[in-house]
């Protein structure tokens, strides 16, 4: 059964620092797009950062680029997303969502699983 479980998320100043990761079972990364998305309350869901990692092709949402950087690691097939420089706008939950394949898509509806989210909150 495919599995994507967050962690990471916290409560931290503005201008802060956090790591989410994003722990993938029973799935190849060489065959899927992860996709990092957050929705805030009242917001739909939206894509910040995707990364294929058969080829290192990334994407970041224009609120994030130059902040937030996606990566992975195959051998643990754990994915991660380094936020630096967080403002309260960044406040979210986070979820990680995989799509077989090897393209981004920036839809949340081009997903097909998803983990359970983890709260970042940036708040002084």
């Known amino acids: 059964q495919v599995q994507l479980v967050e962690s990471g998320g916290g409560l931290v100043q503005p201008g802060g620092s956090l790591r989410l990761s994003c722990a993938v079972s029973?799935?190849?990364?060489?065959?899927?797009?992860i996709g990092w998305f957050r929705q805030a309350p009242g917001k739909e869901r939206e894509g910040v950062s995707c990364i294929v990692s058969s080829d290192r092709t990334t994407w970041y949402a224009d609120s994030v680029d130059g902040r937030f950087t996606i990566s992975r690691d195959n051998a643990k097939n754990t994915l991660y997303l380094q936020m630096n420089s967080l403002k309260p706008d960044d406040t979210a939950v986070y979820y990680c969502?995989?799509?077989?394949?090897?393209?981004?898509?920036?839809?949340?509806?081009?997903?097909?699983?998803w983990g359970q989210g983890t709260q970042v909150t940036v708040s002084s």
């Open positions: 029973e799935f190849n990364l060489d065959y899927y797009a």
């Open positions: 969502a995989g799509r077989e394949g090897r393209l981004c898509a920036r839809a949340a509806a081009s997903y097909d699983y």
